[in-house]
């Protein structure tokens, strides 16, 4: 196959250094993230070791031709590296001065499972040899050894332990137990050792001519875009095939040349409280992997976040202060010219300071707020732009209990405080494992030695994360830290034998199935289930919401059946209850026999009686709830499942609601057969119910009415609305609202005192509502899209039987996303919009809003603001979530047109009033 070429214009290689870059930091789509900071970095005169990032395109090209290098690559790839030769003074190949380079993988995302790094490119036999007339002959061995098992491992693909067993057993040779115990003489001879594991594995000797290396390194980072695991993050994370990844390639510097050399990395900001302090850790005489590996424990950058149980190591402030107060500048010409929290990588060669990565950072929920709204008040971002920088999911993650202080707790080893939060589960120690016992409804603890990118489907799996090695930038503590899963890292007292199922610390045994608690905020691990206490919210968090509140046009409400959740979700800001399901109170056990009764009676007296002792058991619920949301609206739902839910099934249970009713049991049995439904999804349930069994609403309907007044009597501000739910046909609802007028009236004519008004509405969760919305809003106050429902009869799939094909399903392309996840305009969202426009043309005022689970949901928040809805309702913990969505969606929508469309609203509303009055 001929390889493509590009348009002779197109550019493929960009080059950096000496101040000067091709590309810049807007270009992260050809450079990746990595390339287009390098540059961005060079040009704004920060120390960058040159280089030059071959762009994301000749991956596409690369893949398209088979595996193929496109055609003018290599002459523009001569061109650059010529280019860092000049920069550096020294040549690629040369005996004399050898250039060594690093080759990275960079895509436009960080993303875990691709080819990460070959450090120390361009060593073979004969430039080991000048670089060790020019450094030391220990330090050119260490670095050629370190670059063969690298370029083995990732390029030609030599298991990684066929060169650990060798470095380990010539360890117990020499008696020694540290790589840096070792001489020049034992790393030249390693190298032998290691150069004849690669000829043994791959036929052919080590490639010593480095423009090969440079080429097969190249080659293999396109490769690893397509390694299974690389291409099942891209799908799990929605990041499309075709964007490919560059390849960086870039002067060494040398971080372990010396005790005058460090190799580190920092946040410019803390990235667990957010708090202003220049947090990092670095290691000295060391490169880059041995940071992140893990193995020695790396040191502090600076005093200010030294953590107490740092308090005995040195910082790179006291021991290399010249190379800090560098880096200490550049920390905040980074945050000035980023306008965010940088997470950077950087080098000390022989006290000269370079700059290897900038990115935004990760951080914890805590951290992205407080960043956020610092940031704002420093000046460096507007307002919007805060509100814009938290994930609004993330929020959740703030709201979750902590440990409760006073609960008494074994604390049985304690590591690194990695990620805040409590996690309590059961103990397991594969990341398959992990994901089994998730799936089976187990909460879990992950416990590994330490984790790679292989582990992140056990990671997203589990409750929490421990790890006997690794810092506080490991793998998983960065990993964790972006999941917002409690995490704690570094553990040293704990010995796992993952071929034993277990841990040990001390002479206490830890098996897999045990359970244990981890508190990411303290580092502690402890032995059992802890009890845990709502954690409080920052200054910041107010802050943000304050603001967030003040340009969002969405109103939010809360799903919430009890008095509890109320209070709960109105202290997280909540504006009313968008739906209040009344199943939910029947359920209790001292009510289930009342509505067993109500269901099974044999006829319409008996019925009576029942819902008799029903009735001032809803009323009670109701006053709470109407107390609790004190002036706000309370959307109550009448009745909705369908009846056999509620049925005994055991013995115990038919027997004792057959004494209930005085009917035998047999007769009983019949009746529950006669309510079993094939499909009780699509059967006798909702206003189905009201129109067949009209006592039940009438019961509900007058709780309602009489908890209002009885509220409202005693000063409190109601604002009930009563919602049919199910309707599919006007006729139903043609019925229904007469019925449960009269029912409201006969209840205010008795308390003629009070004055309470009670909207009527309904629920549009059936497809055929939305299509006849027009029809539907002659006898609706309101609207509330029911979209669990609506989803579930308009793709003909339960969300739980989904589950068990949706993976094929989106693999397959059928589906580009979990249709129960967002609604969006491709979707059911196309329904949402229809029933709007349909019913607001009958009723220009008509009031409509959302109160399925997408109602927490930011992105579906977002489509219910651009779809003109009055409010999104959800669970009491997605407020916050809800509230920020709605803020991000109004600063999000062009502004003229939000006006105009907020302008369009008002007059049809006021229109609306006036129609309405006339009428
Ligand atoms: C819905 O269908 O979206 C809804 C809110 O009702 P439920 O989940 O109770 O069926
Ligand atoms: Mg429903």
Redo the contacts with the bound molecule.
Sequence with gaps: MKAPSAPASRRRVYGFGAGKADGRAAMREILGGKGANLAEMTRIGLPVPPGFTISTEVCAEFEASGGRMPKGLQAEVAKALAKVERIMGSRFGDPERPLLVSVRSGARVSMPGMMDTVLNLGLNDRTVEGLAARAQGRFAWDSYRRFVQMYGDVVLGVPMERFDDRLESLKERRHVSLDTQLTADDWRGLVREYLAIVEAQTGKPFPQEPNEQLWGAIAAVFRSWETPRAVTYRKLNGIPQAWGTAVNVQAMVFGNMGDDCATGVAFTRDPSTGAKVFYGEYLKNAQGEDVVAGIRTPQPLARESRSPDQAQLPTLEEEMPRAYRELARIRSTLEKHYRDMQDVEFTIQSGTLWMLQTRSGKRTARAAVKIAVDMAREGLISRDEAIGRVNPDSLEQLLHPTLDPDAPRQVIAKGLPASPGAACGTVVFSADAAEAKAKAGEKVVLVRIETSPEDIHGMHAAEGILTARGGMTSHAAVVARGMGKCCVVGCGSLQIAYDRGQFRVDDRVVRSGDEITIDGSTGEVILGRVPTVTPELGREFAELMRWADAVRRLEVRT?ADTPNDAKVAREFGAQGIG?C?T?HMFFEEERILAVREMILAPDAVHRGRALDKLLPMQRGDFVGIFRAMEGLPVTI?LL??PLHEFLPHEEEGIREVAKALGSDVAEVRARIEERSEFNPMLGHRGCRLGITFPEIYRMQVRAIAEAACQVAESGVKVRPEIMI?LVAHVGELERLRPLVEEEVSRVLALNRSVKVQIAIGT?I?VPRAALVADEIAKYADFF?????????MTYAMSRDDAGKFLPEYIEAGILTDDPFVSIDREGIGQLVCIGVERGRKTRRDLKVG?????GGDPKSVRFCDEAGLDYVSCSPFRVPVARLAAAQAAVAAPRAAGRRGAARAEAARKAGRRRRAGR
């Design positions: 799903n739906l399901r199943e739902r909705d499942p739910p629920m969760e509330s899209f029911g979209t669990n429902d609506l989803t579930q959302i109160c399925g689970e997408h």
